[in-house]
């Protein structure tokens, strides 16, 4: 199970960071973990992804420089640290988890968190 946290309202050049909590019965290092979001009207969108160890991580190119993924494995946790945000970064914003490698594609993510809203006001 995947709580995400973090969204809100936030004006164009914020700050916000977002968390996801895992309830697992596995071993959190077996889930390689990613932030996808949905704008309205639109699909939902890879936006990062990291590794087991965190030593990994992959970003779209639109916020790539912007946004940071990291996780603590200690405390079951993956977050997305979003800086000079924009309008277009307007979404519901969903953490997911992949057993094994880290992926891009949300078909092959096998579990969702329920999603938090972002709004960034011009």
């Known amino acids: 199970q995947l709580q995400a946290s973090g969204g809100g309202l936030v004006q164009a050049g914020g700050s916000l960071r977002l968390s996801c909590a895992a309830s697992t019965h596995n071993t959190f290092t077996v889930y390689a973990m990613g932030w996808f979001r949905q704008a309205p009207g639109k699909e939902r969108e890879f936006v990062a992804s990291i590794g087991w160890s965190g030593a990994t991580t992959h970003y779209t190119e639109s916020v790539r420089g912007r946004f940071t993924i990291s996780r603590n494995n200690r405390q079951n946790t993956v977050y997305l640290q979003m800086n000079s945000l924009k309008p277009e970064d307007t979404a519901v914003y969903y953490c997911?988890?992949?057993?094994?490698?880290?992926?891009?594609?949300?078909?092959?993510?096998?579990?969702w968190g329920q999603g938090t809203q972002v709004t960034v006001s011009s």
């Open positions: 997911a988890a992949v057993e094994g490698p880290m992926r891009r594609t949300k078909s092959e993510y096998q579990y």
